[in-house]
């Protein structure tokens, strides 16, 4: 079974709590929920709406069409009716209730009766919880968990009397609930908590402020230090002070907070002082779409900074793949004394999907930090070695040694230097790291086939909906698979070349205009799509449109 | 115990107040017996800046106008280490124009030593936020055409807690004055007055030794308004020392968590203690 | 004839002054020069020096060896020894101590120095008089001249070169960037001082006044750009520069115009990175960050400046794409561009041509103006702010609709997007190929772009007089990246040699990207320095 109910309303009107609870009884139900948050750039007015979708069988897109709207004002029935599917239905109050296949409810009435105009959203949520005939006690508890005292008496009084307004129509069987809900963002945060992040700090900017929050609200209990900077220039440059002085520390923005970055962020890898950046792309250019969601920083980050040096840029593909990935972000940062990117996006950053709880023995702290017993000497911060990593001291941890970080060009104590030779020396040292680091990048994940004739690439966030055409295709017997890049800079080529000798066509499916992954294939390997699917209008694929598309543009039928 | 501070040979021009200035520092690090590897110089670009590869300490020379960020990053980082930011006053109060602002805001505990020469050495004398009205130099042909920025006066206006100004040529009242900022629990500003022999040829050794003379002994650094008339005044006449002084609650004294326990760059890691955080997602 | 003078010293010793001096004379007596200055990052001590380098045919590039050294001070000859000829000289101070004892002032070494070397080479003396005259502070001309001639007398001619009619300038790359500005009516610059744009900077500076050109130092680069977009938004064509570091904290910017689709010219004076790198120094590794820079899609150009006579016209041309298409054009130089002097024919200012692609009331169509009309093009007419009564502009980094208001509608964030993209289809169909130099059809080809040229075509030309097959593409218009000559070339080449400043061979990945070609063979030199022809000539050799 697979269901979607849309919720939709202005800014303000509540849609953001309601949605976490109808989600929450889902998934207490044992269902896999996945849901979808759309929303403007405004804090009033306007129009927002959530699809909650749930399913027995694993799911990781939501649906173009929904079973059940439930409208918090008429704007919404007007916007989303032609979304129904056959058989759904509109929930709303009866005077807004002028079109068809609407289901008009006397909430207006519920309202005065409770003496709580703020209950309107719950009333609907009742309802919902009937047609599906889920049992009134789960509902009754995830109300109580967001809500408290007064609030949560009336919520649940508003859900009782929403339950009661109609019959129910499907029987649902209830199953164990061993999962979590959690959207990438948080996930993200997380992993970097749990990866002894103690340094976060950042400047407001949708769609990562959720992650300056995250790790604001836990500063206190967990012991990190948050810091809301001035501006994204001082950002990075404070998470490398922070991180030279030893504490791992992370900075997030979103491109055009990035784009400040982007002289710090040669800093970093002059100064071989490992740090994690966050890029939570939303459409550009400049100030574009702030609420919406595209993969169109790729080429930019992989790029970006004057000069030569290396670098890591990873794309997260899942909340799951959020949290271990940060996690391993760390480790890789400190390992190769480099800069490491995490590309997410509005989309990941946003929706919440059902997942196995996180395995936090998983999770190694490597810190690569040397405590100067092998050091003969003075300190060389930058001592040439076999691969190209200096042994790294913490400034003021070993008596007798200074550490000096800069970001000139200089000699192996960190002195300036306008010498030819050791620049040469110097800049190869750094770009060794590369070659070091390529060994341990991992392949994209393979879904589908194992020798597709028709090889889909894409990265980061399109995974899921990915993942649902490629299913649905297999299942009509089409050969087909996907690969589905997470480390993409240095870019994993050995499963590439393997797959692409034996496929027929390659298709390039990214939510941007210019097909940037496709262009890193034709820079680092001999191929090259054969056809492209993009999406650029900053809402995101769902796993019925690439699938309609992949149909129409590559298959032909 | 060492509190010697190697030096190492600059490549600043003969005569440069730097020389001076890089002399009052080891004796205030020294005095105040502090050691090398305790303390941290971070700086943006420029000849000033070029300090923390002239004596030996832990050194972090980032990039223009950038100096106080990763300041703030390493004293919250490890609260134990000494940090001090060295720039000129372009790095300072130009290019790192708005850091400086919300430095003081924070009100991070480290001393910041600019050293204003009113003009840009490194980049062969534009104008720079302290630069004269009217003076002119190799850009401004026929004269700057913008006011200067007043430092010690903005710092007081921002709320600053330790506001004071030296002069190059004074090295036994600068150290002072280096000693009482590092010592300071706070930010602490003190804007270092020093010629620049190559590039202005109007504020010359000269010149500022005609003008400063040290605040009085009966001086009341407790009251801001004269504070405020000290800091506006420059053409004349230019009191150096300690001009406001107030004890405020540090940034980092603001998180428990940081003010009490061990600098968070010394916590134990592991990543089971974050398991229970998982709670809220079930 | 072809000589080389190397002059060396510590900074604050004048070798400016003797460099300049020298390098005029050199032109006025009708020779061709190629100089350039290699200097350390402090204003006093440690050491510099200049390659002075003249002939009577026209030269690309500096000589690694040098039949004169001029050596200022006593460290000078020891650095440099290598560099002399077999049969060269060394003017030690100490040769010409008398002389400055005698005038009792050491700072006159430079001219003393440059009497002597004038009567090394058999050459006149009038002309160094005449400028000494024209240039120096009245105080200063007659110990000077003085000096000129002592050192003139002393000297015994080793050599006899005859002069010819000089026609001639004499210009670096900062300046000829500025000059092109100048021409193509830029009235607004602004920038912070960065090593090695500031030239730029002091150029327009200097013609201010004179041309009504509105310049500001600002606080930082990310205002620059910005400030920038607001001069052009307001009418005025508007230029910014700075180096790499520099250009990093314009990125934000670079997005904000292409999304409001205002024009503007920058450009980006290279040197090594990363951060503050080597800031006196040479680099040719910010293409791909140029090329990708700032966050989303939108159009830009990126041109590479060849040699002073590009950077003349393509700084002009710049400005007319720019207001074309409404997009940013980012020019690329490099310190050895900027700084090394050469002779060249004098401009052709009747070849620049003023196209601003500006509308009057014929571009309101609609009842209100809409600044950013769907065209087959792409490119909506553009009107001034305050121009045409009744009609407001609105420019806007959100995503806008046709008039500029906000919008988050789906339909017309697609259209938007490839409306703005189309400027970049049509801006392919006019971008220029790169040069040939060399053997048509080669066996051999290299290929590179900007400064590089000079060495390049000086290993070439030498390269096929010992009979190679061998040519070169050198690419000035990079982004879009023209794409024709290569293919056409590369189809009968046996090798491909990607010559070029950076360590991770930037125009071989965009090759291989844009072209679907790689090179067999990389040249890569990143320490700094600049490649010489001989250096080229040698190391292209090595792998043929």
């Given at each position: 079974?697979?269901?979607?109910?849309?919720?939709?309303?202005?800014?303000?009107?509540?849609?953001?709590?309601?949605?976490?609870?109808?989600?929450?009884?889902?998934?207490?139900?044992?269902?896999?929920?996945?849901?979808?948050?759309?929303?403007?750039?405004?804090?009033?007015?306007?129009?927002?709406?959530?699809?909650?979708?749930?399913?027995?069988?694993?799911?990781?897109?939501?649906?173009?069409?929904?079973?059940?709207?439930?409208?918090?004002?008429?704007?919404?029935?007007?916007?989303?009716?032609?979304?129904?599917?056959?058989?759904?239905?509109?929930?709303?109050?009866?005077?807004?209730?002028?079109?068809?296949?609407?289901?008009?409810?006397?909430?207006?009435?519920?309202?005065?009766?409770?003496?709580?105009?703020?209950?309107?959203?719950?009333?609907?949520?009742?309802?919902?919880?009937?047609?599906?005939?889920?049992?009134?006690?789960?509902?009754?508890?995830?109300?109580?968990?967001?809500?408290?005292?007064?609030?949560?008496?009336?919520?649940?009084?508003?859900?009782?009397?929403?339950?009661?307004?109609?019959?129910?129509?499907?029987?649902?069987?209830?199953?164990?609930?061993?999962?979590?809900?959690?959207?990438?963002?948080?996930?993200?945060?997380?992993?970097?908590?749990?990866?002894?992040?103690?340094?976060?700090?950042?400047?407001?900017?949708?769609?990562?402020?959720?992650?300056?929050?995250?790790?604001?609200?836990?500063?206190?209990?967990?012991?990190?230090?948050?810091?809301?900077?001035?501006?994204?220039?001082?950002?990075?440059?404070?998470?490398?002070?922070?991180?030279?002085?030893?504490?791992?520390?992370?900075?997030?923005?979103?491109?055009?907070?990035?784009?400040?970055?982007?002289?710090?962020?040669?800093?970093?890898?002059?100064?071989?002082?490992?740090?994690?950046?966050?890029?939570?792309?939303r459409p550009g250019p400049a100030t574009g779409l702030s609420t919406r969601t595209e993969q169109g920083d790729l080429r930019f980050v992989i790029h970006a900074g004057h000069g030569e040096f290396p670098r890591m840029v990873m794309a997260l593909r899942s909340p799951e793949d959020a949290f271990y990935q940060t996690a391993r972000a760390f480790n890789i940062a400190d390992k190769y004394q480099i800069p490491v990117i995490i590309l997410t996006d509005l989309y990941l950053a946003d929706y919440t999907n059902t997942i196995d709880p996180f395995d936090f023995s998983r999770i190694k702290i490597e810190r690569h930090i040397s405590d100067g017993k092998d050091i003969d000497g003075e300190y060389k911060r930058y001592e040439i070695t076999d691969s190209g990593i200096s042994p790294r001291l913490i400034p003021g941890k070993v008596d007798g040694q200074v550490v000096l970080a800069d970001s000139h060009e200089h000699d192996e104590y960190g002195h300036i230097t306008e010498d030819p030779d050791i620049r040469t020396e110097m800049a190869t040292k750094r770009m060794k790291k590369i070659d070091l680091l390529k060994d341990e990048i991992q392949e994209p994940w393979l879904i589908g086939e194992e020798k597709p004739e028709i090889l889909i690439v894409c990265w980061g966030s399109t995974y899921g909906a990915v993942k649902e055409a490629v299913s649905k295709l297999i299942e009509e017997d089409y050969s087909i698979g996907a690969l589905v890049f997470g480390d993409i800079w240095p870019l994993p080529t050995r499963r590439l070349m393997e797959l692409a000798k034996t496929a027929e066509r390659i298709v390039d499916i990214e939510q941007n205009l210019t097909g940037q992954l496709d262009s890193l294939i034709r820079e680092e390997t001999p191929y090259k799509s054969d056809y492209k699917i993009l999406k650029f209008d900053g809402r995101p694929f769902s796993g019925e449109e690439i699938y309609r598309r992949l149909k129409k543009e590559v298959l032909k039928r | 115990m060492n509190c010697e501070y190697k030096l190492y040979e600059p490549s600043w021009c003969p005569g440069c107040g730097n020389y001076m200035i890089r002399t009052a520092l080891k004796m205030a690090l020294e005095e105040l017996k502090i050691e090398p590897h305790e303390v941290v110089l971070v700086s943006g670009i420029g000849q000033a800046a070029k300090m923390p590869h002239y004596i030996k300490v832990n050194g972090f020379n980032g990039l223009h106008g950038r100096a106080i960020p990763p300041a703030i990053g390493i004293k919250l980082a490890n609260k134990d280490l000494?940090?001090?930011?060295?720039?000129?006053?372009?790095?300072?109060?130009?290019?790192?124009?708005?850091?400086?602002?919300?430095?003081?805001?924070?009100?991070?505990?480290?001393?910041?030593?600019?050293?204003?020469?009113?003009?840009?050495?490194?980049?062969?004398?534009?104008?720079?936020?302290?630069?004269?009205?009217?003076?002119?130099?190799?850009?401004?042909?026929?004269?700057?055409?913008?006011?200067?920025?007043?430092?010690?006066?903005?710092?007081?206006?921002?709320?600053?807690?330790?506001?004071?100004?030296?002069?190059?040529?004074?090295?036994?009242?600068?150290?002072?004055?280096?000693?009482?900022?590092?010592?300071?629990?706070?930010?602490?500003?003190?804007?270092?007055?020093?010629?620049?022999?190559?590039?202005?040829?109007?504020?010359?050794?000269?010149?500022?030794?005609?003008?400063?003379?040290?605040?009085?002994?009966?001086?009341?650094?407790?009251?801001?308004?004269?504070?405020?008339?000290?800091?506006?005044?420059?053409?004349?006449?230019?009191?150096?020392?300690?001009?406001?002084?107030?004890?405020?609650?540090?940034?980092?004294?603001?998180?428990?968590?940081?003010?009490?326990?061990?600098?968070?760059?010394?916590?134990?890691?592991?990543?089971?203690?974050?398991?229970?955080?998982?709670?809220?997602?079930? | 004839?072809?000589?080389?003078?190397?002059?060396?010293?510590?900074?604050?010793?004048?070798?400016?002054?003797?460099?300049?001096?020298?390098?005029?004379?050199?032109?006025?007596?009708?020779?061709?020069?190629?100089?350039?200055?290699?200097?350390?990052?402090?204003?006093?001590?440690?050491?510099?020096?200049?390659?002075?380098?003249?002939?009577?045919?026209?030269?690309?590039?500096?000589?690694?060896?040098?039949?004169?050294?001029?050596?200022?001070?006593?460290?000078?000859?020891?650095?440099?020894?290598?560099?002399?000829?077999?049969?060269?000289?060394?003017?030690?101070?100490?040769?010409?101590?008398?002389?400055?004892?005698?005038?009792?002032?050491?700072?006159?070494?430079?001219?003393?120095?440059?009497?002597?070397?004038?009567?090394?080479?058999?050459?006149?003396?009038?002309?160094?008089?005449?400028?000494?005259?024209?240039?120096?502070?009245?105080?200063?001309?007659?110990?000077?001249?003085?000096?000129?001639?002592?050192?003139?007398?002393?000297?015994?001619?080793?050599?006899?070169?005859?002069?010819?009619?000089?026609?001639?300038?004499?210009?670096?790359?900062?300046?000829?960037?500025?000059?092109?500005?100048?021409?193509?009516?830029?009235?607004?610059?602004?920038?912070?001082?960065?090593?090695?744009?500031?030239?730029?900077?002091?150029?327009?500076?200097?013609?201010?006044?004179?041309?009504?050109?509105?310049?500001?130092?600002?606080?930082?680069?990310?205002?620059?750009?910005?400030?920038?977009?607001?001069?052009?938004?307001?009418?005025?064509?508007?230029?910014?520069?700075?180096?790499?570091?520099?250009?990093?904290?314009?990125?934000?910017?670079?997005?904000?115009?292409?999304?409001?689709?205002?024009?503007?010219?920058?450009?980006?004076?290279?040197?090594?990175?990363?951060?503050?790198?080597?800031?006196?120094?040479?680099?040719?590794?910010?293409?791909?960050?140029?090329?990708?820079?700032?966050?989303?899609?939108?159009?830009?150009?990126?041109?590479?400046?060849?040699?002073?006579?590009?950077?003349?016209?393509?700084?002009?041309?710049?400005?007319?794409?720019?207001?074309?298409?409404?997009?940013?054009?980012?020019?690329?130089?490099?310190?050895?561009?900027?700084?090394?002097?050469?002779?060249?024919?004098?401009?052709?200012?009747?070849?620049?041509?003023?196209?601003?692609?500006?509308?009057?009331?014929?571009?309101?169509?609609?009842?209100?103006?809409?600044?950013?009309?769907?065209?087959?093009?792409?490119?909506?007419?553009?009107?001034?702010?305050?121009?045409?009564?009744?009609?407001?502009?609105?420019?806007?980094?959100?995503?806008?609709?046709?008039?500029?208001?906000?919008?988050?509608?789906?339909?017309?964030?697609?259209?938007?997007?490839?409306?703005?993209?189309?400027?970049?289809?049509?801006?392919?169909?006019?971008?220029?190929?790169?040069?040939?130099?060399?053997?048509?059809?080669?066996?051999?080809?290299?290929?590179?772009?900007?400064?590089?040229?000079?060495?390049?075509?000086?290993?070439?030309?030498?390269?096929?007089?010992?009979?190679?097959?061998?040519?070169?593409?050198?690419?000035?218009?990079?982004?879009?990246?023209?794409?024709?000559?290569?293919?056409?070339?590369?189809?009968?080449?046996?090798?491909?040699?990607?010559?070029?400043?950076?360590?991770?061979?930037?125009?071989?990945?965009?090759?291989?990207?844009?072209?679907?070609?790689?090179?067999?063979?990389?040249?890569?030199?990143?320490?700094?320095?600049?490649?010489?022809?001989?250096?080229?000539?040698?190391?292209?050799?090595?792998?043929?």
């Amino acid at each position: 079974m697979d269901f979607s109910i849309l919720i939709g309303g202005a800014a303000g009107q509540g849609l953001d709590t309601s949605a976490q609870i109808l989600e929450l009884i889902l998934k207490r139900c044992g269902y896999n929920v996945f849901t979808y948050r759309d929303y403007m750039s405004r804090v009033r007015g306007g129009h927002n709406f959530t699809q909650i979708r749930f399913s027995d069988k694993d799911i990781s897109s939501f649906t173009e069409k929904v079973d059940i709207v439930l409208a918090l004002n008429e704007e919404t029935i007007l916007l989303h009716k032609d979304r129904l599917k056959e058989g759904g239905t509109i929930i709303c109050d009866k005077e807004i209730a002028h079109e068809d296949g609407v289901l008009p409810l006397p909430f207006k009435k519920i309202l005065s009766k409770i003496k709580n105009q703020k209950v309107y959203n719950t009333i609907g949520l009742g309802v919902i919880l009937k047609y599906f005939n889920i049992p009134i006690d789960i509902g009754e508890e995830a109300v109580n968990k967001l809500f408290k005292e007064k609030a949560s008496y009336d919520n649940v009084l508003a859900l009782k009397e929403g339950y009661s307004l109609i019959d129910g129509k499907y029987n649902l069987k209830l199953k164990e609930d061993k999962k979590i809900i959690i959207n990438g963002n948080k996930a993200l945060a997380l992993g970097a908590i749990a990866a002894g992040c103690k340094f976060y700090c950042g400047y407001p900017m949708t769609p990562s402020t959720s992650i300056l929050s995250y790790f604001s609200s836990k500063s206190n209990e967990m012991g990190i230090m948050v810091d809301q900077v001035e501006d994204e220039v001082a950002a990075l440059n404070m998470a490398l002070g922070a991180s030279y002085a030893g504490v791992r520390a992370m900075t997030g923005s979103s491109g055009g907070g990035f784009a400040l970055m982007v002289e710090a962020l040669s800093f970093a890898g002059i100064v071989e002082i490992p740090v994690v950046i966050v890029d939570a792309q939303r459409p550009g250019p400049a100030t574009g779409l702030s609420t919406r969601t595209e993969q169109g920083d790729l080429r930019f980050v992989i790029h970006a900074g004057h000069g030569e040096f290396p670098r890591m840029v990873m794309a997260l593909r899942s909340p799951e793949d959020a949290f271990y990935q940060t996690a391993r972000a760390f480790n890789i940062a400190d390992k190769y004394q480099i800069p490491v990117i995490i590309l997410t996006d509005l989309y990941l950053a946003d929706y919440t999907n059902t997942i196995d709880p996180f395995d936090f023995s998983r999770i190694k702290i490597e810190r690569h930090i040397s405590d100067g017993k092998d050091i003969d000497g003075e300190y060389k911060r930058y001592e040439i070695t076999d691969s190209g990593i200096s042994p790294r001291l913490i400034p003021g941890k070993v008596d007798g040694q200074v550490v000096l970080a800069d970001s000139h060009e200089h000699d192996e104590y960190g002195h300036i230097t306008e010498d030819p030779d050791i620049r040469t020396e110097m800049a190869t040292k750094r770009m060794k790291k590369i070659d070091l680091l390529k060994d341990e990048i991992q392949e994209p994940w393979l879904i589908g086939e194992e020798k597709p004739e028709i090889l889909i690439v894409c990265w980061g966030s399109t995974y899921g909906a990915v993942k649902e055409a490629v299913s649905k295709l297999i299942e009509e017997d089409y050969s087909i698979g996907a690969l589905v890049f997470g480390d993409i800079w240095p870019l994993p080529t050995r499963r590439l070349m393997e797959l692409a000798k034996t496929a027929e066509r390659i298709v390039d499916i990214e939510q941007n205009l210019t097909g940037q992954l496709d262009s890193l294939i034709r820079e680092e390997t001999p191929y090259k799509s054969d056809y492209k699917i993009l999406k650029f209008d900053g809402r995101p694929f769902s796993g019925e449109e690439i699938y309609r598309r992949l149909k129409k543009e590559v298959l032909k039928r | 115990m060492n509190c010697e501070y190697k030096l190492y040979e600059p490549s600043w021009c003969p005569g440069c107040g730097n020389y001076m200035i890089r002399t009052a520092l080891k004796m205030a690090l020294e005095e105040l017996k502090i050691e090398p590897h305790e303390v941290v110089l971070v700086s943006g670009i420029g000849q000033a800046a070029k300090m923390p590869h002239y004596i030996k300490v832990n050194g972090f020379n980032g990039l223009h106008g950038r100096a106080i960020p990763p300041a703030i990053g390493i004293k919250l980082a490890n609260k134990d280490l000494k940090v001090i930011v060295e720039s000129g006053d372009g790095d300072s109060y130009g290019e790192g124009g708005n850091h400086f602002i919300h430095a003081i805001r924070r009100n991070i505990d480290i001393a910041h030593f600019v050293h204003d020469n009113q003009i840009y050495g490194l980049t062969k004398g534009q104008g720079s936020p302290t630069t004269a009205m009217g003076q002119k130099t190799t850009l401004q042909f026929d004269g700057v055409k913008v006011e200067p920025i007043k430092p010690l006066a903005l710092a007081l206006t921002m709320g600053a807690g330790f506001v004071a100004r030296g002069f190059s040529g004074d090295i036994p009242h600068l150290v002072y004055l280096m000693k009482e900022a590092i010592k300071y629990k706070g930010y602490a500003l003190v804007d270092i007055l020093q010629p620049c022999v190559v590039w202005n040829k109007v504020n010359t050794f000269a010149w500022y030794k005609n003008r400063v003379y040290h605040l009085p002994d009966d001086y009341d650094y407790t009251n801001k308004e004269e504070a405020m008339k000290k800091a506006l005044e420059f053409d004349e006449r230019i009191p150096i020392g300690i001009l406001y002084r107030e004890e405020k609650e540090t940034y980092e004294d603001r998180f428990d968590f940081i003010k009490n326990g061990p600098p968070l760059v010394d916590r134990q890691l592991n990543p089971m203690d974050a398991e229970r955080l998982m709670e809220e997602f079930k | 004839m072809d000589f080389s003078v190397l002059v060396g010293g510590a900074a604050g010793q004048g070798m400016d002054t003797f460099s300049h001096l020298f390098e005029k004379t050199l032109k006025r007596c009708g020779f061709h020069v190629y100089a350039y200055s290699d200097y350390m990052s402090r204003i006093r001590g440690g050491h510099n020096f200049f390659y002075i380098r003249f002939s009577d045919e026209k030269i690309y590039s500096f000589s690694e060896k040098v039949h004169v050294i001029f050596a200022m001070d006593k460290e000078t000859a020891e650095i440099h020894k290598s560099k002399l000829r077999e049969d060269g000289f060394v003017l030690s101070e100490d040769l010409i101590a008398d002389i400055l004892k005698k005038l009792k002032n050491p700072k006159v070494i430079n001219t003393v120095g440059l009497g002597y070397i004038l009567k090394y080479f058999g050459l006149p003396m009038d002309v160094a008089v005449q400028l000494i005259r024209q240039e120096f502070n009245e105080n200063i001309i007659d110990i000077n001249l003085k000096a000129l001639e002592e050192g003139y007398n002393l000297a015994k001619s080793r050599y006899s070169l005859s002069t010819s009619k000089d026609e001639n300038i004499l210009i670096n790359g900062n300046q000829a960037v500025g000059l092109g500005a100048v021409a193509a009516g830029c009235k607004f610059y602004c920038g912070y001082p960065m090593t090695p744009s500031t030239g730029v900077l002091n150029f327009m500076a200097t013609h201010s006044e004179d041309f009504g050109i509105a310049i500001d130092q600002v606080e930082d680069e990310v205002a620059a750009l910005n400030m920038a977009l607001g001069a052009s938004y307001a009418g005025v064509r508007a230029m910014t520069g700075s180096s790499g570091g520099g250009f990093a904290l314009m990125v934000e910017a670079l997005s904000l115009a292409g999304m409001l689709e205002v024009p503007v010219v920058l450009i980006n004076v290279q040197r090594p990175g990363p951060a503050t790198g080597f800031p006196t120094r040479t680099e040719q590794a910010d293409l791909r960050f140029m090329i990708h820079a700032g966050h989303g899609e939108f159009p830009r150009m990126v041109i590479a400046l060849r040699d002073v006579e590009d950077a003349f016209y393509q700084t002009a041309r710049a400005f007319n794409i720019a207001e074309k298409y409404q997009i940013p054009v980012l020019l690329v130089s490099d310190q050895h561009l900027a700084d090394s002097v050469t002779t060249v024919k004098p401009f052709d200012f009747t070849k620049i041509k003023i196209e601003r692609y500006i509308s009057g009331s014929e571009a309101v169509t609609d009842e209100e103006y809409k600044r950013y009309k769907f065209t087959e093009s792409g490119i909506s007419p553009r009107i001034l702010p305050g121009k045409i009564p009744g009609q407001v502009v609105l420019v806007d980094s959100d995503e806008h609709d046709e008039w500029g208001h906000i919008t988050e509608s789906a339909d017309i964030r697609t259209k938007m997007v490839d409306k703005r993209l189309r400027k970049f289809d049509l801006l392919k169909e006019e971008i220029q190929e790169p040069w040939f130099i060399g053997k048509d059809n080669p066996e051999n080809l290299i290929v590179c772009w900007g400064s590089t040229y000079g060495a390049v075509k000086e290993a070439v030309d030498e390269l096929i007089e010992e009979g190679y097959s061998i040519g070169a593409l050198v690419f000035g218009d990079i982004w879009p990246f023209p794409t024709k000559g290569l293919l056409e070339l590369g189809k009968n080449a046996k090798r491909i040699i990607d010559v070029e400043q950076n360590a991770t061979a930037q125009l071989d990945s965009l090759i291989r990207e844009e072209a679907l070609m790689k090179s067999t063979d990389k040249i890569l030199k990143y320490d700094g320095r600049p490649f010489s022809g001989e250096e080229v000539y040698k190391r292209v050799k090595e792998v043929l």
